[in-house]
Every structure is written in structure tokens, then in C-alpha cells.
């Protein structure tokens, strides 16, 4: 399988054919998560993958299926593949990313009660794909080859190592060649002793009510012994 997508990126590299790879996830403060994968191919790549002896849409099919993703097709000068997940458990949207990269790929979702952190490290081309590039450098096959992660996370941001913003949204464009992006973010669920107990509020609130009671009923026999 990944010798066919080898073999497909090879030849992407004496064309002007792009495939382009979106994946969007989502991450709850309760612990859940989403995941979405969009890929978008044109007529020319689909054309080239096949001299693989294979189809791209069968590769894609078979890829999804390994991490449970039914991918959806729809034909096209552009052909789009897109899958979605939801009601994750933060650990299977983490399982499924690893599944769905190429190469060696470490993905880690931690949380506690103040602090939600998503830590992925992607690394696309390693030094066992080499031989299906003839030994050659195979970055300089991979320049048409589009990856944008986006991430909607809970909290307010603390630190990412996000290329830009889409509204609340971190995202990240990955150049497949790139062996060194790290996408990390950091959110606050809430601050550290910003909090107050519903205790400490319905006490503080008995002692107001008492102290304003207090108050009137002073007030009214200071009224009646002046009569």
C-alpha cells in the first residue's frame, strides 16, 4: 500500500498535478473529540496514480478502513474523499491519526482540570521509502503534495505552534518533505484559583442575608424605643 503511494508521488514530480489533504479535529474539555479527512485530487494525479496498477479511491478505501473511516467519493475535475467521525474519545481521534499518516507518527492528547494539550509529531518521508524512490531524494518529489490540520480546541489558547488562525481554529500547513513539524497547542480550561466553590457562595450568601437582617431589625427597635 504504501509502495503504490510511493510509486504515485514519484510521478507526481514530472507533472503539475496536486493532491491536496485536510484534516480537521476537534477537542472537547470533557475528554471527546471529532476528527475530519478531506482529500482533493485532480484528473491528472488520478491518471498518473493508476500506471500503480491501482486506483486511488480503492488506496483511500483501504487506508480508512484500517482506522474505521468510510470515506464518501465524489467524481469530479476535482475528486474529493472526505470521512468524519464524531462522539470521539480523545484517545481513538489520536489512534486514528496515527493510522491515517504515512511514516513514523506520534499523536498525544493530555488533560486535567485546568489544561487541555495536543502534541503530534508528523514525520511523512523516513529513510525506509528511499529505495521506492531509486535512492534518491525523495522531498523533491513531494512539493505538490498540500497537508493542513486544523484544530478546534476548548479553552483559551495558551501556547501552539500553529502557522496561523482560521476564527477559533489553530491550523497548521505541513510540507510533506518536512520531517520536523511539531503541532502543539495548549489551552486553559480555567485559570488556577479563579475558581469559587458553590460553598463558599451560598455561606458567603447566608452571611449577607443574616448581616442585612441583622441590620434591619437593629434599625426598627432603635425606631420603637425613640417612640
Given amino acids: 500500500m504504501r509502495r503504490a503511494a510511493l510509486i504515485a508521488l514519484l510521478a507526481l514530480a514530472a507533472s503539475a498535478c496536486t493532491i491536496d489533504v485536510n484534516v480537521g479535529i476537534t477537542l472537547n474539555s470533557n475528554g471527546s473529540g471529532s476528527l475530519a479527512v478531506d482529500i482533493t485530487t485532480d484528473d491528472e494525479f488520478e491518471e498518473l496514480f493508476r500506471l500503480t496498477g491501482r486506483e486511488f479511491e480503492d488506496l483511500v478505501a483501504a487506508r480508512g478502513a484500517e482506522v474505521g473511516l468510510a470515506f464518501t467519493v465524489t467524481p469530479g475535475p476535482k475528486t474529493r474523499y472526505a470521512a468524519s467521525a464524531n462522539n470521539l474519545a480523545a484517545e ?8 491515517l499518516a504515512p511514516g513514523n507518527t506520534g ?20 529513510n525506509d521509502v528511499a529505495p521506492y524512490f531509486n535512492d534518491s531524494n525523495p522531498e523533491q518529489f513531494t512539493d505538490d503534495v498540500a497537508i493542513t490540520v486544523t484544530l478546534d480546541i476548548d479553552g483559551e489558547i495558551d501556547s501552539s505552534t500553529a502557522t496561523g488562525t482560521d476564527g477559533n481554529r489553530l491550523v497548521w500547513t505541513v510540507p510533506f518533505s518536512d520531517s520536523e513539524t511539531r503541532l502543539f497547542a495548549r ?14 457562595i451560598i455561606v458567603g450568601g447566608i452571611l449577607v442575608v443574616a448581616a442585612v437582617s441583622y441590620t434591619h431589625l437593629r434599625a426598627h427597635e432603635t425606631a420603637m424605643n425613640i417612640s
Wanted: avoid cysteine.
Fill in 92 to 99: 481513538t481521534v489520536t489512534g486514528i491519526l496515527e493510522g
Fill in 107 to 126: 499523536v498525544t492528547v493530555n488533560r486535567d482540570t485546568t489544561t487541555l494539550e495536543f502534541d503530534a509529531q508528523f514525520t511523512p518521508l523516513t
Fill in 187 to 200: 489551552s486553559i480550561l480555567e485559570k488556577e484559583g479563579s475558581s469559587v466553590s458553590w460553598a463558599v
